[in-house]
Each structure stands twice: as structure tokens, then as C-alpha cells.
């Protein structure tokens, strides 16, 4: 069997952080529950990925780290991972929280209304939601990509949209505050095309405007 080493642990867990967070820091690496190392190994781990590109720090004197040039979002290698990668079963899961971050699992979409649920214990409303995805994906077994929460990322192309993002898009809040501000910009519209087309006491000059050319 093979044996990792605490710096071959750092750096899956770091990929895996990356691949999954906007950005991270060194303690977020350390109190991963599936290692035990030193601040020092890590630090030191991830700046020979770095040095590597497979990681880079948002700013040069910040403590938060990102993505880097090796592992961007349209890089051919992360696809080939994610094609790669075992998914694992929901046959034993109860609930969100027994789900590993960045662990790949597969499962049934069992509704897609304005966002497409996986249940896993529906008698309590256990689910992961994979956000706003294609409808026809009901019935459907998809890989999914675990973020954090009840969120997960579905990772079959066929059913997802370019800058796919289950979070932001399918927060209601969002989708209520469009909705919103769709309505307002409707409203103003006509209400501006009532002012420019109707003869008002407050705007006498359509009327000339309604008058001039052939009657």
C-alpha cells in the first residue's frame, strides 16, 4: 500500500480547497480534518506549488490564497481530473454534512423546479442542490462535485451552462432581486412611452408633436 507523506496530504487537500473556494488560507489547510501537520509544513508546501503555478497568493503581502495559472477554470487538465475521478455512491449518506468538500459523488436528480435536488433523506428534507440547471435532468444519475452546505456542482456538461456557478445562481435572493429589478425597468419603460405619446396638461408639446405631417 502506498504511504503518503504529510506534504503529499497537504497537497491534495490544498488542490481539492482550490478547486472548490474563491480563495483560502494556511488555517483553513490545517484544520482540514483529514491531516495533521504543522503551519510550517504546510506553508512551505504550498509555496512550492507556487512555485509550481499550481497555486498563487492574491496579493503578494495577503494571507489568502487562490488558483493558479496551472489549475484555471478553463485548463484542459481539471476536466480530465474531473472525468477521471471515482464517484462515490449516496446509498449510506443521511445528510449534507457526512459529505467530504471536493469529493466527487453520483446521484439522482429527483426535482428541478428553479433548482435541481438530489434527496438524500427527503422525510427530513436532506438534499444537495445543484442550482438552476437544465430541467431534463430530472430522473437523471449525475456526478456532482460537493462545495459545502447543501450545495454541490453538477460536472456533467450536458445539462450545465457556461460560468455555471450553483450558488450565486441559485440563490432566490438573487433571482428575486432580477426579477425586481426587471419589473422596475418595465415599469419605467412604460411609463416613458405613456409621457412621449399621450397629450398631458404637464407636456403640451406633443400635441404639436402628434400634429405635425399629413392628418
Known sequence: MTQHTVQDLVWNIA????MTEDSFC???????GSIEASKQTVRDTMKSMA?????????STGSQWQQGPLMNKENDLTVVTEEKEDPKPLDEVTQPSELNKGEVYIGTVDK???NALIWIDE?????????????SVVGQ??????????????????????????????SSSSRGSLSSSRSHRTSRTTSNSSRN?????????????????KL
Open 26 to 32: 494556511i488555517n483553513d489547510i490545517i484544520e482540514h
Open 197 to 213: 405619446g399621450t397629450i398631458t396638461n404637464n407636456n403640451p408639446n406633443n400635441k404639436n408633436e402628434l400634429l405635425k405631417g
Open 112 to 114: 428541478a423546479s428553479s
Open 123 to 135: 422525510s427530513n428534507g436532506n438534499h444537495i442542490n445543484l442550482g438552476p440547471i437544465d430541467e
Open 141 to 170: 444519475e449525475v456526478r456532482f462535485r460537493y462545495i459545502q452546505g447543501v450545495w454541490g456542482k453538477c460536472l456533467e456538461e450536458e445539462f450545465t451552462y457556461d460560468g455555471y456557478n450553483p450558488q450565486s445562481d441559485g
Open 51 to 59: 512555485d509550481l503555478g499550481w497555486l498563487e497568493k492574491q496579493k
Open 15 to 18: 488542490l481539492r480547497t482550490a
